[in-house]
Nanobody, 122 residues
Framework: QVQLVESGGGLVQAGGSLRLSCAAS????????MGWFRQAPGKEREFVAG????????YHADSVKGRFTISRDNAKNTVYLQMNSLKPEDTAVYYC???????????????WGQGTQVTVSS
């Protein structure tokens, strides 16, 4: 069992930056791939970024590539999403997820956080 708690969301102007954090409970964090998804009102939950259990392989959606970076610190049981050059279309609830491997499909992930709101004003 893994419990995930996101933090770091908020309101930012277009072009600004935020760093999301996701703290995981338990001693098996380093065994899980981790991911970030987001869901805007009226839209499906979409993959943003994923990282392998060791942190050696990362994946980013085309819509955020070059602007967002996923990373993890297994000693701190935490995964991060650094978001730069934010755009109004990045506005969504951002969710942290844990699973056996990185997948762009939300249904393949085993554990979810409660989400954190990111709002980008124009």
């Amino acid at each position: 069992q893994v419990q995930l708690v996101e933090s770091g969301g908020g309101l930012v102007q277009a072009g600004g930056s935020l760093r999301l954090s996701c703290a995981a409970s338990g001693r098996t964090f380093s065994r899980y791939a981790m991911g970030w998804f987001r869901q805007a009102p009226g839209k499906e939950r979409e993959f943003v970024a994923g990282i392998s259990s060791s942190g050696g392989i990362t994946y980013h959606a085309d819509s955020v590539k070059g602007r967002f970076t996923i990373s993890r610190d297994n000693a701190k049981n935490t995964v991060y999403l650094q978001m730069n050059s934010l755009k109004p279309e990045d506005t969504a609830v951002y969710y942290c997820a844990a699973g056996g491997s990185v997948s762009r499909s939300w249904s393949q992930w085993s554990y979810w956080g409660q989400g954190t709101q990111v709002t980008v004003s124009s």
